[in-house]
């Protein structure tokens, strides 16, 4: 054993310690700041049990699940389908995809009311509480990602003594799904229940009553304020810790396949490890001048994007260079991945800020009504799809011939797992320039309702905008490497199938392939169908609940008495812990029917086609979503009429259409798509043995 494969897991693991402990101190930093005025405590009081109550229903339900789960895998485990270390990990990757969730959620729960009074003293005051916040996020999500696999990693090696690559990486590709179906329960779960809130508060509040967005008049009003913590932020944190740890185990896969041995295996760790140090430095780039534009705003976030970026490259050449000297030019797919992540996360802000002509003229079509601006809302994101897939495209044959692809299949493959860890290397920094969002938004809605000065409202108002387009761009980051992560996948699947025994037919002419492709290309359209119907049923209930109130509490309308915010905190509960149940439920189910009616064949087919129709999707309902959102804050700015002009109605109506689109079932789908390459992946022994009803 030689000293790199001693100490590099252990650099990682205090890497990761490094990144808790920063995202600890930062924490207790924003914690320190004032809150404000007693009213302003009060409704972040508020807002903060509702989001906490939410997360406890949540995790019991969830953690029913995965008793279940555990016994199953146990049961494989027993029977010899799977090593005795995956029921284990498998809980893991759960338990810390959960967790960052939940630190997040904390914190952006107390960084709220504290953004709305330090946007009292001005713009930079409240932009450097909110990204303090979500540095928070961020940090934590790489900090446990990383904490996770290095611990995994060593447990394998020193304790248990698995001295193959193979066997130690085969092992912990499998823990992934626990984080995978975590993730998907967060999102899914969080989604309905943010967007329940926000179209039901929508709906009532601002187009039947008349009255601004977050009065306390509107009973709904509170719930959209925990909505954007349970789902923008405990289900994004969730999500993107899933991303970020499947990127690094598949690429390790990928390593041992390539015959790379433990060097290979521990490079996209420790550019990991190298991306936590960059984002922290990357973090004390931000800020921002009184009275800045859009465009200043985003340069002031971007500064830290770019340096983190910058920081990485340099630090993962050295790290490539030293350790795989042979095979030197797979840099290039790392930054390949940098790149791309960077040029996807433009594109995304050109077509969702309301800084260029795309969300300009989305705004326009507001002038005939809410049909056109739906209609036009939905071609833009349509539009938007082309240039992700041309630059995912691009990555994807640079990293795979730079990697050695002419030479090597497996070399190649490698590189496009590279490019994958490339682009979430910075995920500390990107990811907080992401979570600040909700925070600025809980904290427009804060000073609304705390009746504080127009100028504060404005300030927060700023705040949120930017904050809807790095979401969007969140979104694409997150998009973008889930298709390369997948990608990685299904080839660890085929890898894992030969390793079985089983040959492998995938000639588009085999009928098993063929209907796994359809069915795989079906699957994110029936998903983002069962989430989008989902919260119009949530929805529908918050509709009716606040109309009642209107209608039955006397004086509500005038200010005189008060709404009954834990009403409509209970019915998203309820209603989003009840409706997530299915959608999660086809993820975990799909490849284990399909390959057991098709055979591992049919499972590739299927993986295939869930990559290619989940990934478009997932782009084009972010981008409509995001458009349609800063487009209507664009009108509310005083463009097309302002608030309260019919071209407002028109644009909360296409803003409400979005809702789900951009929150729900937009960002659930790259969860989907690696959800159920980890499925096949765990079963792929089951499906082998007993799959294919003998015709396939």
């Not at 990485?312 to 991945?337: D, H």
């Not at 705390?450 to 930017?466: F, H, K």
């Amino acid at each position: 054993m030689n000293v790199l494969e001693t100490y590099a897991p252990i650099t990682v693991f205090i890497c990761s310690l490094i990144a808790l402990a920063f995202s600890t101190y930062q924490f207790f930093a924003v914690k320190k700041k004032p809150e404000g005025t007693d009213t302003m405590k009060t409704i972040g009081g508020k807002i903060r049990k509702g989001a906490m109550a939410y997360l406890k229903r949540q995790y019991k339900t969830v953690g029913v699940f995965f008793a279940v789960m555990f016994i199953i895998l146990l049961v494989l485990s027993f029977a010899g389908f799977l090593t005795p270390y995956v029921p284990f990990a498998f809980l893991t990757g759960g338990f810390f995809s959960g967790l960052s969730g939940f630190i997040g959620m904390k914190i952006a729960t107390y960084a709220n009311t504290r953004t709305a009074n330090g946007a009292q003293q001005g713009l930079n005051k409240g932009l450097k509480i909110a990204f303090a916040s979500g540095s928070v996020m961020g940090l934590t999500v790489v900090g446990l990602g990383l904490l996770d696999i290095s611990v995994w990693f060593m447990l394998l090696k020193f304790v248990f003594k698995l001295n193959n690559v193979e066997d130690i990486m085969s092992a912990m590709l499998t823990f992934g799904m626990g984080a995978s179906s975590m993730a998907l329960f967060a999102r899914v779960g969080g989604g309905i229940f943010t967007k329940a809130a926000d179209v039901g508060a929508d709906l009532v509040g601002k187009v039947e009553a008349g009255i601004p967005e977050d009065d306390p008049r509107n009973p709904a009003c509170i719930a959209d304020n925990v909505g954007d913590n349970v789902g923008d932020v405990a289900g994004m944190g969730a999500d993107l810790y899933e991303s970020y740890v499947g990127s690094i185990i598949s690429c390790g896969a990928l390593a041992a396949a390539a015959g790379l041995g433990f060097n290979g295996v521990l490079v996209p760790m420790l550019i990991a490890a190298i991306g936590i140090l960059a984002s922290i430095i990357g973090t004390f780039f931000v800020s921002t001048k009184e009275n800045a534009d859009q465009k200043a705003l985003l340069g002031s976030l971007r500064r830290g994007t770019y340096a983190s970026s910058i920081i990485s490259a340099i630090g993962s050449a050295v790290l490539i260079f030293t350790l795989l000297p042979e095979n030197s030019n797979v840099f290039w797919a790392v930054i390949s991945g940098l790149l791309a992540g960077v040029l996807i996360g433009f594109f995304t802000e050109y077509y969702t800020s309301d800084s260029y002509k795309p969300t300009k003229k989305l705004s326009a079509s507001s002038e005939t009504g809410s049909a056109t601006i739906i209609i036009d809302g939905i071609a833009l994101g349509m539009k938007s799809t082309a240039i992700p897939v041309i630059i995912i495209g691009i990555s994807v044959i640079v990293s795979y011939f730079t990697a050695g692809g002419a030479n090597s299949f497996t070399s190649g493959l490698y590189g496009v797992g590279l490019s994958a860890v490339g682009m979430l290397s910075t995920l500390g920094i990107t990811l907080a320039t992401d979570a600040y969002g909700p925070v600025a938004d809980n904290a427009g809605g804060i000073a609304e309702m705390s009746g504080l000065p127009e100028v504060v409202r404005e300030r927060t108002d700023a705040l949120d905008s930017l904050g809807n387009t790095t979401a969007a761009t969140g979104k694409g980051f997150a998009i973008g490497s889930a298709a390369l992560t997948a990608l990685a996948l299904i080839v660890s699947y085929t890898d894992k199938v030969k390793s079985l025994g089983k040959g492998l037919d995938l000639a588009i002419t085999n009928p098993a392939v063929l209907i796994g492709l359809f069915v795989g290309a079906m699957l994110p359209f029936l998903f983002s169908a069962m989430t989008m119907q989902a919260v119009g049923r949530a929805a529908q209930k918050i509709v009716v609940e606040v109309r009642r109130q209107f209608r039955e509490i006397k004086g509500l309308m005038e200010g005189k008495a008060d709404a009954d915010y834990e009403t409509c905190i209970d019915i998203c509960t309820k209603s989003s812990l009840k409706e997530m149940i299915l959608p999660a439920a086809l993820g975990i189910l799909a490849p284990i029917i399909v390959g057991l009616v098709l055979g591992v064949n049919g499972v590739v087919g299927m993986l295939a086609g869930a990559l290619v129709s989940g990934f478009v999707l997932a782009i084009m309902m972010a981008n409509s979503g995001g458009s349609w959102d800063n487009a209507k804050k664009y009108i509310e700015a005083g463009n097309y009429g302002g608030k309260g002009s019919e071209n407002h109605k028109a644009a909360v109506v296409g803003d409400t259409v979005g809702d789900p689109f951009k929150d729900t079932s937009g960002p659930s789908v790259n969860i989907l798509i690696k959800l159920l390459s980890m499925v096949s992946i765990v079963f792929a022994a089951i499906v082998v043995q007993f799959g294919g009803l003998g015709l396939f």
